[in-house]
Every structure is written in structure tokens, then in C-alpha cells.
T-cell receptor, first 114, second 114 residues
Framework: AQSVTQLDSHVSVSEGTPVLLRCNYSSSYSPSLFWYVQHPNKGLQLLLKYTSAATLVKGINGFEAEFKKSETSFHLTKPSAHMSDAAEYFCVVSDLNNFNKFYFGSGTKLNVKP | DSGVTQTPKHLITATGQRVTLRCSPRSGDLSVYWYQQSLDQGLQFLIQYYNGEERAKGNILERFSAQQFPDLHSELNLSSLELGDSALYFC?????????????FGPGTRLLVL
């Protein structure tokens, strides 16, 4: 069975400092992994995705994530936070072996301090 | 703007009632997904349609049903509403509904059951 664990419900960083949002997954097959961002009162927007190509994935707005199979992790990073990055971030796993079901993590709220 | 539209934006109704939420996918997308986002349950996948046919089912209650019409728009019907059904309901679309595809999310319908 699939599951996604986002290890931190809230992360607070200062503007200009690095961001690390952690995600661990369990999957019985080769997963596809995504990070989505949700700004207040908005829908979700894709940041990046991993689909069995390069393990280091670059996304929009300077975010990237590394797929580490040995650690079953897909952590999201950004070298320098901007105020506009304040939002909720969701890690998502899906796999072909489980009838296309999609599993969202519980979300991490990122707060960026000036 | 993702290209996915949802109506209505807000809905207030009473327990026991029935409502219909509507979603129009991005132009060219054949697959539609429905999600429920609530404070206690987080984001949950409800159901997926592809070209009019149900493809995958998640945590959708028996009181809820959905369909996708020949013009590819979709409706989510919620009946015998309970207070706990109050949530944000998102629709998403993708090209052919494969698990590695990006899903494009609509702005959501906020349902309040009183």
C-alpha cells in the first residue's frame, strides 16, 4: 500500500535562507512523486515531479527535489526563500500498480519571515 | 490560471440536502479527478474519470457520486449531506489520466453544511 509522510507540519525560515521540506513515501511499485503548492484560498499548482527519469528534479520558482530510493525520500529544497514562497506544500505519490490512485501527504505550511 | 473551472465557488446548504458541483477540465484533457480537502482529513482523492468512464476510486462515500459527460465536463453529486461534509472540493484534469501526468487543479468549491 502507498502512503506519504510529510515529516513537518510547519516550517519557518527567514527570507534568503534555504528551505527543506521533507517527504517520505512507501510504495509497492515504482512510484511517481510530485510536489504541489497551495497558496491561501487557491487551488494546487505543480512544482515538480519525478517519473523514473533523473533523480534530481528541478521545478518552478527555484525548487528542486531529489528522489532517493534507498531512503524512500523525496525532499523538496530551495537555496534561498522568498516571501512569496509562503504557502502549503503537498507531497504526492501515485503508482501504476494501484489503479492510478493518488495519495497526498498531510501538507507542510511554510512560513517565511522577513 | 490552470484552465480548469469549477462552479459554484461557494455553497451553503443544510444537513440532509443534495448538491451538485461542476467541473470543466482544461481544453484537450480527457481525465478528471475529484478531491476533498478538510481540516481533519487533509486532501483525499475521491474518484477519477477518463473519457466518460470511471477509472479509479478513492475514499468516496456511497452518498457521493460523480459522472463525466460526453463534453468531458464532470459533476460531483453529494447527497444526504452531513456537517462533516463541509470541505473544499477540488477538481483536477490531466491529458489521459496516467499516474505520471501532471494534474491541473481548479480553484475549488467551498461547501458549508449547516
Amino acid at each position: 500500500a502507498q502512503s506519504v509522510t510529510q515529516l513537518d507540519s510547519h516550517v519557518s525560515v527567514s527570507e534568503g535562507t534555504p528551505v527543506l521540506l521533507r517527504c517520505n513515501y512507501s510504495s509497492s511499485y515504482s512510484p511517481s512523486l510530485f510536489w504541489y503548492v497551495q497558496h491561501p484560498n487557491k487551488g494546487l499548482q505543480l512544482l515538480l515531479k519525478y517519473t523514473s527519469a533523473a533523480t534530481l528534479v528541478k521545478g518552478i520558482n527555484g525548487f528542486e527535489a531529489e528522489f532517493k530510493k534507498s531512503e524512500t525520500s523525496f525532499h523538496l529544497t530551495k537555496p534561498s526563500a522568498h516571501m512569496s514562497d509562503a504557502a502549503e506544500y503537498f507531497c504526492v505519490v501515485s503508482d501504476l500498480n494501484n489503479f492510478n490512485k493518488f495519495y497526498f501527504g498531510s501538507g507542510t505550511k511554510l512560513n517565511v519571515k522577513p | 490560471d490552470s484552465g480548469v473551472t469549477q462552479t459554484p465557488k461557494h455553497l451553503i446548504t443544510a444537513t440532509g440536502q443534495r448538491v451538485t458541483l461542476r467541473c470543466s477540465p482544461r481544453s484537450g484533457d480527457l481525465s478528471v479527478y475529484w478531491y476533498q480537502q478538510s481540516l481533519d482529513q487533509g486532501l483525499q482523492f475521491l474518484i477519477q474519470y477518463y473519457n466518460g468512464e470511471e477509472r479509479a476510486k478513492g475514499n468516496i462515500l456511497e452518498r457521493f457520486s460523480a459522472q463525466q459527460f460526453p463534453d468531458l465536463h464532470s459533476e460531483l453529486n453529494l447527497s444526504s449531506l452531513e456537517l462533516g461534509d463541509s470541505a473544499l472540493y477540488f477538481c483536477a484534469s490531466s491529458v489521459v489520466g496516467r499516474p505520471e501526468e501532471t494534474q491541473y487543479f481548479g480553484p475549488g468549491t467551498r461547501l458549508l453544511v449547516l
